[in-house]
């Protein structure tokens, strides 16, 4: 408080906030992941030709 009353600093959020579309949007997304692994489904199984989706996939 005292560096945005004498700095006039604004205030900085020790935290990112984000609005509830995109919590549901993560959600959804690890949801999927999870049944993707769960089912241990391939690349010709889902007819996925794009890598980057399968490595976002291995790296949880």
């Known amino acids: 408080i005292w560096n945005m009353v004498v ?15 995109q919590k549901r949007k993560m959600k ?3 949801n999927i992941r999870k049944q ?9 199984d889902l007819g996925i030709s794009n ?3 399968i490595s976002a996939v291995e790296k949880r």
């Not at 900085?12 to 579309?21: A, G, M």
């Not at 993707?36 to 010709?44: C, G, M, R, S, Y």
């Open 36 to 44: 993707i692994a769960k089912f241990a489904l391939t690349n010709q």
């Open 51 to 53: 890598n980057l989706i």
């Open 7 to 21: 700095k006039r600093q604004p205030y900085k959020s020790p935290v990112e906030y984000l609005f509830l579309d």
């Open 28 to 30: 959804t997304a690890l």
